[in-house]
């Protein structure tokens, strides 16, 4: 089983290093509509206005409509359910970012210097002016850069949050296949079967964090409640104003699918509440 979650970035070649890796290793490509279909359907949104939303395209009516902490949640649940299928290359979405903590994913960025990415834009869209093509990735990275800060006070172009940066301007297609492929060789099924555990318990996570933002009479301070889950055993813990919805929240909790058990250790303004679930 291989998990490979890339960055997307414009001009870089990116598509076409996906599309070998996946050729090389039989893997499926998860491409931007996938994710935008099941994530639209939960926002009952438009896929085009989600697309145009997540590439900074989006219209003042449809950036107000849109809840961008749904969107964020939503999107961060398909790309695990895809990662926990197997097989995947996951190009953008923030993958890279929000499975680089996941043991044995491995995180590529392809990137280019902006003269190549010029380059290749102004021969894939058939323009003349460098300018334009300049433009446009600038638009995208400016867009794709703040998505990212929102959702993970990250930086995306840092090299330290992958474990592979390729520079398709010096090395080919050819060999960026080879060296990632090279990666996916080092993962065993032992390694494989951790993999998969604690992207099952990422998902639960993110399950929860939405259960959490649909509980209108839990009102966390301090930062919010923090989720930690270890083979599907939640526990909460923080702070509320008070310890109202508390137990609602909790039963919510238990049927989310793959808990096994919930624990709130939730400390309210002026006493803490313990409740645990089977």
């Given at each position: 089983?291989?998990?490979?979650?890339?960055?997307?970035?414009?001009?870089?070649?990116?598509?076409?290093?996906?599309?070998?890796?996946?050729?090389?290793?039989?893997?499926?490509?998860?491409?931007?509509?996938?994710?935008?279909?099941?994530v639209a359907k939960r926002l009952h949104?438009?896929?085009?206005?989600?697309?145009?939303?997540?590439?900074?395209?989006?219209?003042?009516?449809?950036?107000?409509?849109?809840?961008?902490?749904?969107?964020?949640?939503?999107?961060?649940?398909?790309?695990?359910?895809?990662?926990?299928?197997?097989?995947?290359?996951?190009?953008?979405?923030?993958?890279?970012?929000?499975?680089?903590?996941?043991?044995?994913?491995?995180?590529?960025?392809?990137?280019?210097?902006?003269?190549?990415?010029?380059?290749?834009?102004?021969?894939?869209?058939?323009?003349?002016?460098?300018?334009?093509?300049?433009?446009?990735?600038?638009?995208?990275?400016?867009?794709?850069?703040?998505?990212?800060?929102?959702?993970?006070?990250?930086?995306?172009?840092?090299?330290?949050?992958?474990?592979?940066?390729?520079?398709?301007?010096?090395?080919?297609?050819?060999?960026?296949?080879?060296?990632?492929?090279?990666?996916?060789?080092?993962?065993?099924?032992?390694?494989?079967?951790?993999?998969?555990?604690?992207?099952?318990?990422?998902?639960?996570?993110?399950?929860?964090?939405?259960?959490?933002?649909?509980?209108?009479?839990?009102?966390?301070?301090?930062?919010?409640?923090?989720?930690?889950?270890?083979?599907?055993?939640?526990?909460?813990?923080?702070?509320?104003?008070?310890?109202?919805?508390?137990?609602?929240?909790?039963?919510?909790?238990?049927?989310?699918?793959?808990?096994?058990?919930?624990?709130?250790?939730?400390?309210?303004?002026?006493?803490?509440?313990?409740?645990?679930?089977?």
């Amino acid at each position: 089983m291989t998990v490979i979650a890339m960055t997307r970035e414009m001009g870089t070649r990116g598509k076409d290093v996906a599309a070998g890796i996946a050729a090389a290793l039989n893997l499926e490509v998860v491409h931007h509509e996938l994710v935008e279909r099941h994530v639209a359907k939960r926002l009952h949104a438009s896929e085009s206005a989600v697309h145009r939303f997540l590439e900074g395209e989006a219209s003042l009516w449809e950036r107000w409509k849109i809840d961008t902490q749904r969107l964020s949640r939503f999107t961060a649940e398909e790309v695990l359910e895809r990662a926990i299928q197997g097989n995947v290359v996951i190009r953008g979405w923030g993958a890279a970012q929000l499975l680089r903590a996941i043991p044995h994913v491995i995180c590529v960025r392809i990137c280019a210097p902006m003269s190549s990415r010029t380059a290749e834009m102004m021969g894939r869209l058939s323009i003349d002016e460098e300018s334009v093509a300049r433009r446009e990735i600038q638009r995208s990275d400016a867009a794709h850069a703040r998505l990212i800060e929102a959702r993970f006070n990250r930086d995306w172009m840092n090299p330290t949050g992958y474990d592979l940066v390729i520079n398709t301007a010096f090395v080919s297609i050819e060999t960026s296949v080879s060296l990632i492929r090279e990666l996916a060789s080092k993962v065993g099924p032992e390694q494989i079967e951790g993999m998969t555990a604690r992207l099952k318990d990422k998902l639960i996570e993110e399950r929860v964090r939405s259960l959490i933002d649909d509980a209108r009479n839990v009102s966390a301070v301090g930062g919010g409640l923090r989720i930690s889950v270890t083979d599907g055993a939640v526990t909460l813990s923080g702070y509320v104003e008070s310890s109202a919805g508390l137990d609602d929240l909790a039963e919510s909790i238990k049927d989310a699918d793959g808990v096994t058990s919930v624990r709130m250790d939730v400390e309210t303004l002026h006493t803490t509440y313990i409740g645990y679930g089977p």
